[in-house]
């Protein structure tokens, strides 16, 4: 067999489906193998980064591995963003690049990059394979890594010489990494510690995060909640790990978090942390991050544990593992004990209420000028929340965040820790392959969307009908917001000059072009989009001048919102 | 509060390891004072040394983040048990015929070796633990150190006490 043919076959080993790239003189082999193959099924898009945020689209919305085969050099260099983008959010994808032959290696040959150096800070892990007799161990290895674990994704360089040769291989079926034992049993002793912390209790706080997505924790975790009444607030990443209408549900907390949700930490005395990192947008100042609480954080990732506040209950496991365990310790627990813990959590339960009514999130409602949160709030009462949304960054993001009511886990998608604009829509492309019937929904900035636009050939190519629904305000939205807040409104290369006309540009793509520019015809708009089986863009011109709130200013303690 | 730590790894035997550590050390803007690295008995594993300073919170990052790499099998902080360091430097120092006889004198009390001799200098060969090395290069300071090379630390935990009751431990 060929290194080609050994490629292909091991993919269809791990349980690949789907491939998300582009040709190139040095994955010319493979492209000719696959073209002989009918089981694999590849999506070209028209940019690798497009490629690689499909597969993390991919991956988010079903939980399988996403795949990328690109070239080398700048094929290989196209993807580090989106790589990045993966890491960050531990998303499990597999990205294959082409290299020069081995023996052309460091000569600074034609389409030559170094890309496992360039990967090495952004990957959970990387190969270069060498020897053809290596590639079916290091396909299974890096599946392996992706998926296991904090997930993340493994990037897999391929010389042009090793690709073509051939070669004998058995397929390993197990596999042997000394230096890779992920724990995902929680200590038994630590679970029931933090039982005991969480009973004797009287102000706790669920805060949960992706992990609780990528570990399948979210309805396991929704029962305990419910068990004890725990009010619950999730990260960016965690949307969806809760019901988003439930009555113990508090919203998004941090920089754009609710109000309730930012109150009930800075009053906590308890903190139980589950698969969420305590990242800078999420706690302020975080010396005067829930200043009266004790934490208890759950994380398969040990280093996630007391990296940035002081954890006094550490469970280093898988969220989904040490939540189930939870519940079974829980049985042990008389029902008195547990009836006096809900009594005595019920005055907090109260305040929080009280937080959510005086404070919900909200906005100046207009008759004349689109409100971007109308749009959103519009989308989740048209689709009854049964969509996949996924997002851009800057405004749009937190809108979606914020407006949505999220119910499922793995239906919102979007780039948290690195913040990729250009991210959400081919994050959608790849999350419509993984989901064929679902409505999946890109909500995006006009800035963002121009970043990957050229995927719009994709999303007709494969008649995907995904929906962009941009929130045209003309502006780098956010940045404007900084701007307008922190920098006396000198806008300074924040407004555009020039946009293309949306509604033509998707035409002139083969897609379907729409626009809005009244309150009254939003809901119709949306109806028309939801209606098409075809790829839509629809152009909503809204109120230029709308910020996000409420809002934790960069660097603030969380107690001190700006709301609206 | 920052303390000098040194950590022991082994890591497999690959080509690209050590740029992962050193890597993992920079891109997290952490700082390495020392690095050694060679192969163990076992011809697939290597042995690194690191020395590196740091408050509590970030040593505990550091080893962390080191046991996450997936070419890293085992990290050990030495610092919190009983251990020996060593390191081996190359001294070149001006040797004038009036302070020869002194250089030599230090030389000796420190156990050390003289390996080169021209007319105008000595190098000198010497191995210990950071405060003998430190005594010694100030020593040598006031005659002129003309070169100077280390290898960095290398360590290795002490044997387990149980041992050492039966008179196995030998103290250098």
Redesign the interface.
Known sequence: MTGARIFLEALKREGVREIFGIPGGAVINIYDELHKDSELFHILTRHEQGAVHAADGYARSSGKVGVVLVTSGPGATNTVTGIATAYMDSSPIVVFTGQVPTSMIGNDAFQEADIVGITRPCTKHNYLVKDVKDLPRVIKEAFYIARTGRPGPVLVDLPKDVITASANVKFPDHIELRGYKPVLEGHVKQIRKALDIILASSRPVLYTGGGVIWSSAAADLTKFARKLKIPVTNTLMGLGGFPGDDELFMGMLGMHGTYAANMAVTHSDLIIAVGARFDDRVTGKVEEFAPEAKIVHVDVDPASISKSVKVHVPIVGDAKRVVRRLLEELKNVPQKEIRAFQKRTAEWRKKISEWKETQPLRYNRSKTRIKPQYVVEKLYELTGGDAIITTEVGQNQMWAAQFFKYKQPRTFITSGGLGTMGFGFPAAIGAQVANPGKVVVDIAGDGSIQMNIQELATAVQYRLPVKVFILNNRFLGMVRQWQHLFFDKRYSETCFGVLPDFVRLAEAYGAVGLRATRPDQVENVIKKALDVNAPVLVDFVIDREECVYPMVPAGASLKDMLLV | MVRRHTISLL??NR??VL??VA??FS?RGYNIESLCVAETTDPTVSKMTIVTSGDD?II??II??L???????KVTDLTTTEHVERELVLVKVNAAPEHRAEILRTVDIFRAKIVDVSPSAYVVEITGDEGKIGAFIELMKPFGIRDIARTGKVAMARTAKKREQEGTRHVA
């Open positions: 890591v497999e080509f690209g740029a992962r890597g993992l891109g919170q505990e990052q962390k983040q046991r996450k790499l997936i070419d890293v099998i």
